[in-house]
């Protein structure tokens, strides 16, 4: 198990936007960090109120969005207008080229999400766009699939041979790990114990696919895994 810190993490802060970066993005350049598998990118945004990312390009990359706090405005030349809240979650494939815009929907509170970026298993296709939506009760205290490549289960497809699930954990749950191939846990709040080691709001961990681990719950917390080939 390899641990990634909350503090090791890169930063930037453009007034509006305040960023943590869990691999190398924009002006943050680690080498030793430069993505996990075909995990290429973890940000941690938090938008001010009227604030986002103005209309701009993509191509070859899934680009996941997961709404943790506040309202997020998608738009993009696909002809797609959503507002993504708490429990959505957004797949965006860009395939050959795709323009789109994110922007806090509120005037008054602030937009706290994490934008994931998936390195494609097919390069060149049509871009394309899915949303849904995952209660609470269906993430409490389990391991929900919220992302995999043929959209099991009823989540979100993805251009790639990969699994995300999300959990929602009170103190004392314990949970194990889903059949996982190469993992990244990542803690989006709270506090976990894994392996002897405790993890807290923006640490992460590593796991090869011969490391078995399972999770405690210590304080109210909210997790993602990342299955990967």
């Given at each position: 198990?390899?641990?990634?810190?909350?503090?090791?993490?890169?930063?930037?802060?453009?007034?509006?936007?305040?960023?943590?970066?869990?691999?190398?993005?924009?002006?943050?350049?680690d080498p030793n960090?430069?993505?996990?598998?075909?995990?290429?990118?973890?940000?941690?945004?938090?938008?001010?109120?009227?604030?986002?990312?103005?209309?701009?390009?993509?191509?070859?990359?899934?680009?996941?969005?997961?709404?943790?706090?506040?309202?997020?405005?998608?738009?993009?030349?696909?002809?797609?207008?959503?507002?993504?809240?708490?429990?959505?979650?957004?797949?965006?494939?860009?395939?050959?080229?795709?323009?789109?815009?994110?922007?806090?929907?509120?005037?008054?509170?602030?937009?706290?999400?994490?934008?994931?970026?998936?390195?494609?298993?097919?390069?060149?296709?049509?871009?394309?766009?899915?949303?849904?939506h995952f209660p609470?009760?269906?993430?409490?205290?389990?391991?929900?699939?919220?992302i995999s490549q043929?959209?099991?289960?009823?989540?979100?497809?993805?251009?790639?041979?990969?699994?995300?699930?999300?959990?929602?954990?009170?103190?004392?749950?314990?949970?194990?790990?889903?059949?996982?191939?190469?993992?990244?846990?990542?803690?989006?709040?709270?506090?976990?114990?894994?392996?002897?080691?405790?993890?807290?709001?923006?640490?992460?961990?590593?796991?090869?696919?011969?490391?078995?681990?399972?999770?405690?719950?210590?304080?109210?917390?909210?997790?993602?895994?990342?299955?990967?080939?």
């Open positions: 198990m390899k641990i990634r810190r909350s503090n090791e993490r890169g930063y930037a802060d453009h007034g509006w936007l305040r960023s943590y970066h869990t691999f190398s993005f924009a002006n943050y350049m960090h430069m993505g996990f598998r075909a995990l290429r990118v973890i940000n941690e945004d938090r938008v001010s109120a009227g604030h986002g990312f103005g209309a701009h390009p993509h191509r070859d990359m899934e680009i996941i969005s997961y709404v943790l706090e506040g309202e997020m405005e998608h738009k993009d030349n696909m002809g797609n207008g959503e507002v993504m809240r708490p429990g959505d979650v957004q797949r965006m494939s860009a395939g050959t080229g795709v323009l789109h815009s994110e922007f806090n929907h509120s005037q008054e509170n602030g937009l706290h999400f994490l934008q994931i970026w998936i390195e494609p298993a097919q390069r060149g296709i049509r871009p394309s766009y899915e949303q849904k609470e009760a269906d993430r409490q205290g389990q391991w929900r699939l919220v043929e959209g099991h289960n009823g989540s979100v497809s993805v251009n790639q041979d990969m699994n995300l699930y999300a959990s929602l954990l009170s103190a004392g749950d314990q949970v194990a790990a889903p059949p996982s191939r190469y993992a990244w846990l990542h803690v989006v709040k709270g506090a976990v114990e894994v392996n002897g080691e405790t993890l807290t709001t923006g640490d992460a961990a590593a796991f090869t696919p011969d490391e078995q681990f399972e999770l405690t719950c210590t304080d109210a917390s909210e997790v993602l895994l990342f299955d990967l080939a």
